[in-house]
């Protein structure tokens, strides 16, 4: 890989390596004043829906090119609720939290498109190739976070009629998971968006500039909680199921989206390149902000965040070279 994208994941890797010394060395407070979740609740609460809503806002649907988006999301959608439903059976057996199986499935599913996609396609496949990718990436988070929140909502409301009444009812389930979907950190604001969007009436400059440097702060906030988390949670007891997830995003998640763009979609060229690459990516930092978010996993997901984008340095050579041979 280029200088570029080395640096690239040189620089997260540091920036993770800062959160751990601020969480080791206590600077925000020791662990039972739960400062790493203080600042989660900040990411999730007040800086993504910034990102979300200026995002949504921004899109012009008949800009996206849907044969790519399609050859995409159909079957990484495809394959976090097939790992969802994996984790979801036998789940208390297992001994997983309500919201685990919906935390493993968006692990494996969130590619970190913005830190690490960026400079690898822009330096690998240049300007065309970045135009296509950040296509993608404008409803990356969109697609992805809205199905798999609307999962766990209406596990966890599932799990609240059963405590509070012995069995589920199916109409007060479906109301509460509605309720809780809608007005959610992560779904309200990209229909706020999609609502302004459809108005054709452009964002002032004044609230667009405010709800860019809101939205910048995402970033670098998740990197630095990664290492926040490690500091405070620790490693998991066993790195089985850390190694599992890295494996399944790495490896099997990209497979899975070239077999599904090229046999199904008729993908070549450059728009195959971009997917794949794409779903190759190590797990985003968003995992972990929706771990956090509902309790669930924390430290496991923080592994997969750390291994998974140690581990891309030796992978995604072998998905260009791949690729490279496929396309000649």
């Not at 200026?54 to 012009?60: Q, Y």
């Not at 997983?96 to 830190?115: D, E, W, Y």
């Not at 490690?230 to 998640?253: F, N």
């Amino acid at each position: 890989m280029s200088a570029v994208i080395a640096n690239k994941l040189l620089a997260i890797v540091l920036i993770v390596g800062l959160g751990y010394l601020v969480g080791r060395l206590r600077w925000l407070g020791p662990p039972e004043l739960e400062p790493a979740r203080v600042l989660s609740n900040a990411a999730f609460f007040i800086f993504a829906p910034a990102l979300f809503f200026r995002t949504t806002a921004r899109l012009d649907p008949a800009a996206l090119p849907w044969p790519m988006v399609a050859a995409f999301f159909v079957p990484v959608v495809a394959f976090m609720l097939l790992h969802y439903a994996a984790q979801r059976w036998r789940r208390a057996e297992r001994g997983l939290p309500v919201a685990g199986p919906a935390v493993r499935a968006i692990t494996v599913a969130f590619g970190n498109s913005l830190q690490i996609g960026i400079p690898l396609v822009a330096g690998v496949f240049g300007e065309t190739g970045l135009g296509l990718h950040l296509a993608l990436v404008s409803v990356h988070a969109l697609i992805l976070l809205l199905v798999i929140t609307t999962v766990v909502e209406l596990d966890l409301a599932h799990d609240r009629s059963q405590g509070a009444a012995g069995r589920a009812r199916l109409a007060p389930v479906l109301l509460s998971t509605l309720r809780n979907t809608v007005i959610h950190p992560v779904v309200l604001p990209v229909l706020a968006g999609m609502a302004w969007q459809a108005t054709g009436v452009p964002l002032p400059t004044a609230v667009d500039e405010v709800l860019q440097v809101l939205g910048s702060a995402v970033v670098p906030l998740c990197l630095t909680l990664i290492g926040m988390s490690l500091a405070y949670m620790g490693l998991p007891r066993s790195l089985r199921g850390a190694l599992g997830l890295t494996l399944l995003k790495l490896v099997v998640q990209p497979a899975l989206v070239w077999a599904v763009a090229a046999g199904v979609f008729g993908l070549r060229g450059l728009p195959l390149d971009i997917v794949v690459m794409l779903a190759a990516l190590p797990a985003g930092t968003n995992a972990l902000m929706f771990s956090q978010r509902y309790r669930a996993l924390e430290a496991e997901t923080t592994a997969v965040n750390v291994m998974s984008t140690l581990a891309f340095v030796m992978t995604a050579p072998g998905w260009l070279a791949l690729l490279h041979g496929f396309n000649r």
